[in-house]
Structures are given as structure tokens and as C-alpha cells.
């Protein structure tokens, strides 16, 4: 994976087959809480059974059918947290075009993502939408991940590089560490990441 960079005229990061596979199918999962209908089906992009590949996904998938999904109100705040009538109220009133919004920003970026070849360009008119909707992406990884804090963030970390040195000792096993929760944790710090860069694009000197 590679960041996001100036190339003529837009913003290029560079993902493998698999990368793409995997950001794009969770892009289309917080579609799916979004908006309750998927993006459609996405095609083979790499030999690796998909099974396999997204066994960590299942428990993020699964999760999306809650109707209290805590990963809702994170993407979706309630407007008065103090005034369920005015919340309520508010809600009705925009939720409909704020989904809609949230929803066509995810649409852009997975239809982009299965695409051929290994470059995510995003035009520059576009790059500060996409990184919006990185944002909502990363809001439902945190909600689901239990990020709340900083210092949860900080556990998170210690939590994957734990893994990580288990796995460079060879005792992958021993770790006490969730697989799950360390690789939806890895993806968050890698959209993070990406995210990042994407606005380091956006307020650079050069425009």
C-alpha cells in the first residue's frame, strides 16, 4: 500500500489486489448499514478464497443488522442528545438526505476500488468528499473496535503490535490478543493512514 500523492492533477495511492478487495468490501458494508441495500456484487479480484481473505469481517458484518447499532449514532449523531423530541424531530428531517449524501460519497470510492490496476486515483474535486467518507468508515471500524479514547486507541496499538511480535517470533498462537479485533484494528490504523495523506493532498502548497 501506498499513500496518497500528487500526480497529475489528482490524488493517487497505490493498493494490491487484495488491499483493494478488503477496503473496498468493508466501504460496501458501511453502505449497507447506511443505506440497508448493497452496492452489488463485487468481482473476483484476487485467487486468495474469499473466505479465507475476509474471515475477520464476519463479526463487522454481522453486526450490521442491530437496529441500535452504536456505529449509527457515530456516523449519524443525534442533533440534541438532551431532547429526544428535538432529536427526533431533526432526524426525520434530514436523515433521509444526509444518508443519501454519506451513502453516494461510499459508492464513489468502492466503485473506484474495483476497478483494474493497482492506482485509487481520486480527482482533486473530489478529495475532500472521499475523505469524509473515510472518516464515516473509520467512525463505524472505532464504534466496533471500542475506540472511545484516546487511551483506548493507545490499547488498540499495543494490542497489534503484540500480534505482530508474536507472529515475527513464530508463536502466533500464544498471543492473547483477538485476531479479529488486531486485524480490523490494523485496517483502522491503515485507513488512518491513508486518510491522512489524502489531506495532506488537499491542503498542499501547490494548488
Do not use: C
Amino acid at each position: 500500500m501506498r499513500a496518497f500523492e500528487a500526480r497529475n492533477g489528482a490524488a493517487v495511492a497505490e493498493l494490491d489486489a487484495e488491499e483493494r478487495a478488503v477496503v473496498a468490501r468493508v466501504i460496501a458494508d458501511v453502505g449497507l448499514l447506511l443505506a440497508g441495500e448493497a452496492f452489488g456484487t463485487q468481482r473476483e479480484q484476487v485467487e486468495t478464497p474469499e473466505e479465507e481473505l475476509f474471515r475477520h469481517l464476519r463479526g463487522f458484518e454481522a453486526a450490521l443488522s442491530d437496529p441500535e447499532d452504536p456505529a449509527v449514532l457515530r456516523i449519524l449523531p443525534n442533533a440534541a442528545p438532551d431532547d429526544r423530541e428535538v432529536a427526533d424531530e431533526f432526524r426525520r428531517l434530514t436523515e433521509p438526505d444526509l444518508r443519501a449524501t454519506k451513502v453516494e460519497r461510499l459508492r464513489v470510492i468502492w466503485e473506484a476500488l474495483n476497478e483494474d490496476g493497482p492506482e485509487w486515483e481520486v480527482p482533486a474535486d473530489e478529495a475532500m468528499s472521499t475523505a469524509a467518507a473515510l472518516t464515516d468508515v473509520r467512525l463505524v471500524l472505532a464504534a466496533r473496535l471500542g475506540l472511545d479514547t484516546d487511551e483506548d486507541a493507545d490499547v488498540l496499538h499495543r494490542e497489534i503490535e503484540m500480534a505482530e511480535h508474536a507472529m515475527e517470533a513464530g508463536v502466533e498462537g500464544a498471543s492473547s490478543v483477538n485476531p479479529e479485533r488486531v486485524w480490523l484494528g490494523m485496517l483502522y490504523q491503515a485507513l488512518t493512514w491513508l486518510q491522512e495523506s489524502l489531506m495532506t493532498y488537499v491542503m498542499r502548497d501547490d494548488v
